[in-house]
């Protein structure tokens, strides 16, 4: 669990569709701080993948900018 979404209090409004687009993004930002992984997170991001990501990713995004208004 991100330790931003326990503190925020909105993990536990997540469905488990939207917990595992979150966990699925996860291991992404290991290249922005380990470059030496850059190679392994690259193998797993095929077209069909990244385009998976971006579609769950905006609607998670939709989602928390409708909790944010709330």
Known sequence: MPKIGKLGGIWDLLSDEQKQ???????????????????????????DTCKELVEETGALLCWIKQQLGK
């Open 21 to 47: 687009t979150v966990d699925n993004l996860i291991p992404l930002q290991i290249e922005a701080r380990y470059p030496e992984y850059k190679e392994q997170v690259a193998q797993i991001l095929t077209v």
